[in-house]
């Protein structure tokens, strides 16, 4: 069963707001980037560092916030397995409204959301393109998920507000803040689960 903030979902049902993290809901720059990061050694050579489809502030593995949904889906099968599921329908609440939400789920932990844009109808066969990611876990991303070396796994709540002093928003009174464009629910009394989430806000999460 996934894991889903219970203030989240209450937050979100009475606020009714449209708040948006930086990420095109369009085609946009949907050049691919390295598959894996990389390092200089000291005698000038190049070399992979690690392999995997990494989650990073402005996309997943090779892809960023905006790319077309076949692509996205046809490299993450390729890389995590194509028995993932998927559900879909027109947006019926805060931001998603006037669109069509296509999700993927990768087993229990990560979910991978599309959208169409606001000039194409409410129907399966509108195109779509990446829009979030949400990757909820006890334990951090297991190769082969990677985590960017951007975004910090094991951190408290205080720790996050005393390194990001400006990183607070909509999500910090239900126990989330921001990380470079990455909000981060760390283990709570409620939960030993750690959310993190990149991307458009899905208020039907």
């Known amino acids: 069963m996934k894991f889903v903030p219970c203030a989240l979902i209450i937050a979100l049902t009475l606020g009714g707001c449209s708040f948006f993290l930086p990420a095109s809901s369009g085609p946009g720059d949907t ?4 598959t894996a990061p990389r390092e200089t050694d000291t005698s000038g050579k190049t070399t992979p560092v690690q392999t995997g489809v990494m989650l990073f502030p402005e996309g997943i593995g090779t892809f960023e916030f905006g790319a077309p949904e076949a ?3 046809q490299y993450l099968a390729e890389a995590l397995g194509d028995d993932y599921l998927t ?19 990768f087993g229990e932990e990560l979910k991978v959301r599309f ?11 509108s195109p779509r393109y990446l829009q979030s990611w949400e990757f909820i876990s006890e334990d951090p991303p297991a190769p ?7 975004i910090k796994w094991d951190i408290t709540l205080e720790e996050l507000m005393d390194q990001y002093p400006d990183g607070g928003g909509v999500w910090d009174s239900m126990g989330a803040w921001f990380m470079d464009d990455v909000a981060i629910f760390p283990p709570s009394a409620e939960t030993s689960a750690t959310v993190l989430y990149a991307g458009t806000v899905d208020w039907c999460s």
């Open 71 to 73: 692509d996205v889906l």
């Open 31 to 34: 050049a691919p980037l390295e």
């Open 144 to 150: 082969p998920l990677i985590l960017s070396a951007q």
């Open 87 to 105: 559900e879909g329908g027109p947006g019926v609440c805060g931001g998603a409204a006037g669109y069509y939400q296509m999700y993927a789920y």
């Open 115 to 125: 959208s169409s844009d606001d000039e194409a109808p409410e129907a399966p066969e």
